[in-house]
């Protein structure tokens, strides 16, 4: 190599070694990225996986007083006031309502609450559960699961 040939590569190495740590920044950035939008979507798939597990557990619970359940007595729309609105009361279902809301706003926070619909001959009941679930990319404010059950 000659003596100008020298000079001309001279502080190369510092240049692609700069570029380098740009991109291996920029990559790390991507990766963080993905990590957070991945932990959002497993919380996500844990509130839905509660709501599934709920819903089964007041359907069981409907089924031990299926008296009650087919008569209209766990029958509940959405409180208008909020979610918040636990009933009161002593009777076998109000209880089970009660214990239903609670576990539901201990899984799937304070905003979370359900209603129950139970109608016809054979008694169906449409049990809805609805939470937020807003963190997630394309979640709602007031995602709801519904599922139908024979009593």
Known sequence: MTERSRQLQAGVSLIEVLVALFVLAFGM????GMQTMAMKANQSAYERNSAV???????ERMRTNQLVARSGGY????PEEGCAAVP??????EADIKGWQTE?????????????SCTGTPT???ISIRWD?????NGS???????DVRI
């Open 88 to 93: 009161e009361g002593s009777s076998a279902a």
């Open 53 to 59: 597990i709920s819903a089964s557990s007041i359907a």
């Open 141 to 147: 404010v007031a995602h709801t699961f519904e599922v």
């Open 29 to 32: 950035l991507g990766i963080a």
């Open 124 to 126: 169906t009941c449409k």
């Open 75 to 78: 029958n509940r729309a959405f």
């Open 104 to 116: 539901l706003e201990r899984n799937l926070g304070d905003a979370a609450c359900g209603a129950i």
């Open 133 to 137: 679930d807003s963190r997630v990319t």
